[in-house]
């Protein structure tokens, strides 16, 4: 199983340019997440949808869009991109219960 | 106030040692806890987690929770060289998972 996808694994825009980072997972998971993370702030909540059909807003989720296409697939827009977006993305999912949560390894966005 | 708070290190512990890392948390809803580890450049990687007051072990980890103190805790038992990363804990309240900042472990042979 390939567990949790993330497209693409690095990435370079312009101040102003759009983008989707794509994240895809194949292990039936009910729930999914957007998380970005900066030097020496942990994890920090963008979006995230508890089912199919739903989404919510995390801890810091201003120039952020989602959608929750189908349960495999959530993705995350930058409308317009800004340098304070530069970051790692993390994508995760979590089937449900008490479990843990799986992660993709991640997208590395700079935006100049 | 920071809903998850973690000391960010480094702690620096001796190999064999036992390492003790700490969190608290601040809303007392918060269902389910979770220990990460992520070493520079990977992403996190679940070690363990728990959701009742006490202490559950799986190998050289064990996990602690208070929840009447919302304060959850890892010990590494014969801390190895390989363990050196940095150590996030997160929490759970309904749909949303919390982090904290991470604490940094080395461990020196």
């Known amino acids: 199983n390939a567990g949790v996808t993330q497209t693409p694994k690095f990435q370079v825009l312009k101040t102003g340019q759009s983008m989707t980072l794509q994240c895809a997972q194949d292990?039936?998971?009910?729930?999914m997440y957007w998380y970005r993370q900066d030097p020496g702030m942990g994890l920090r909540l963008i979006y995230y949808?508890?089912?199919?059909?739903?989404?919510d807003k995390g801890e810091v989720p201003n120039g952020y869009n989602v959608s929750r296409l189908n349960k495999r697939e959530f993705s995350l827009r930058l409308e317009s991109a800004a340098p304070s977006q530069t970051s790692v993305y993390f994508c995760?999912?979590?089937?449900?219960?008490?479990?843990?949560?799986?992660f993709g390894s991640g997208t590395r966005l700079t935006v100049v | 106030q920071k809903e998850v708070e973690q000391n960010s290190g480094p702690l620096s512990v001796p190999e064999g040692a036992i390492a003790s890392l700490n969190c608290t948390y601040s809303?007392?809803?918060?269902?389910?806890f979770f220990w990460y580890r992520q070493y520079s450049g990977k992403s996190p990687e679940l070690i363990m987690f728990?959701?009742?007051?006490g202490d559950k072990e799986d190998g050289r980890f064990t996990a602690q929770l208070n929840k009447a103190s919302q304060y959850v805790s890892l010990l590494i038992r014969d801390s190895q060289p390989s363990d050196s990363a940095t150590y996030l804990c997160?929490?759970?309240?309904?749909?949303?998972?919390?982090f904290g900042t991470g604490t940094r472990l080395q461990v020196f042979p």
């Open positions: 292990m039936n998971h009910n729930s």
């Open positions: 997160a929490v759970r309240n309904t749909d949303k998972l919390i």
């Open positions: 995760a999912s979590r089937e449900g219960g008490a479990g843990g949560y799986t």
């Open positions: 728990i959701y009742s007051n």
């Open positions: 809303d007392r809803g918060s269902q389910s």
């Open positions: 949808s508890a089912s199919e059909g739903t989404t």
